[in-house]
């Protein structure tokens, strides 16, 4: 048996009481240090190539639309400020949810205005009566339309191009609009004439040398009184109908329809925008959740 220097084998080394224990302690091999699982570290790169796959999917499904919109938008809004630095204003026009249904609800007061017009002709078919004044009040409100977006931009062609033209324009409306109002009353005053004699069809007044007083009378002969006054309570309401397109539209021919579309892209780029942010979170979320139960 071996012994140290002091005579004493290395079996009969004792611990002194008070004194530190000055026997090694083993040090674990590098193989013992615990470590991260395998099949964790494993699971978190497939979460992570998975959540990558999905966020460039998402960003091939929303780059090319962004990327065309934000071409349409700034083509139109170069146009916007070209116009806006020509004319030194801002656009000036209505909404088109006013407009509209405004001038349909024009043409629908025409309609209980002219009925009667018409009854002279469509007596046993009171429906086709109706249709045609509701015909008739498009028609002029149609006429109304016209005119007023013609007197609205008035200035701004005449200046570039013959201001003649303008005013051919404007007074062939005129024209029309005053002959049509003008049949209408014919044909009301004739009607007025012929409701006296309710026992015979218009067409047989027509034919009959006996009947043929007081309504073909009417209808050959000019407006009286009463005609005059219907045919003005026409343009009254055709005059109403010009006032609300000279004054909801803007001078400028392309003004308004730029400013919509500007409005339009702008609208629609903000709505891409918030759907690409959505579709991220989504996939951002799920990742989160995903990485929070493998490491549970």
């Known amino acids: 048996m071996s012994t140290d220097t002091t005579g004493r084998s290395p079996s009969s080394l ?31 790169d497939i979460l992570q190539r998975q959540f990558s796959r999905r966020m460039e999917a998402v960003e091939t499904r929303w780059t090319p639309r962004q990327d065309s919109l934000a071409d349409q938008l700034q083509h139109t809004n170069e146009t916007w400020d070209d116009i806006q ?23 629908v007061a025409e309609v209980p205005i002219n009925r009667f017009s018409f009854e002279l002709f469509f007596q046993e078919s009171p429906a086709v009566a109706l249709l045609v004044s509701f015909l008739v009040g498009g028609l002029l409100v149609t006429l109304a339309h016209r005119l007023g977006m013609i007197m609205c931009r008035f200035g701004y062609n005449a200046r570039r191009k013959n201001w003649w033209g303008e005013a051919i324009q404007v007074a062939l409306v005129i024209a029309l609009i005053i002959a049509l109002a003008y049949g209408v009353s014919i044909l009301r005053q004739g009607y007025l004439a012929f409701i006296t004699q309710p026992e015979m ?29 219907f045919m003005l309570i026409n343009l009254a309401v055709v005059a109403v109908g010009v006032s609300a397109a000279y004054f909801c539209h803007d001078q400028h021919p392309d003004f308004e329809k730029v400013d919509r579309q500007k409005r339009k ?32």
Do not use: H
């Open 265 to 296: 892209l702008e609208k629609q780029a903000a709505a891409m925008r918030a759907k690409r942010a959505d579709e991220e979170a989504v996939e951002k979320r799920r990742f989160a959740n995903q990485m929070r139960r493998l490491g549970a």
């Open 14 to 44: 004792q611990v002194v009481p008070g004194q530190p224990n000055l026997t090694p302690t083993p040090i674990p091999d590098a193989e013992q240090t615990p470590d991260v699982p395998a099949s964790a570290s494993t699971g978190a």
């Open 85 to 107: 630095a020509s004319e030194q204003r801002q656009p000036r026009y209505s909404s088109g949810w006013f407009y509209w249904p405004f001038m349909v609800a024009l043409a």
């Open 201 to 229: 069809g218009f067409g047989q007044a027509l034919e009959s040398q006996q009947y043929g007083g007081a309504a073909i009378i009417a209808l050959k002969s000019g407006l009286g009184l009463d005609g005059w006054i």
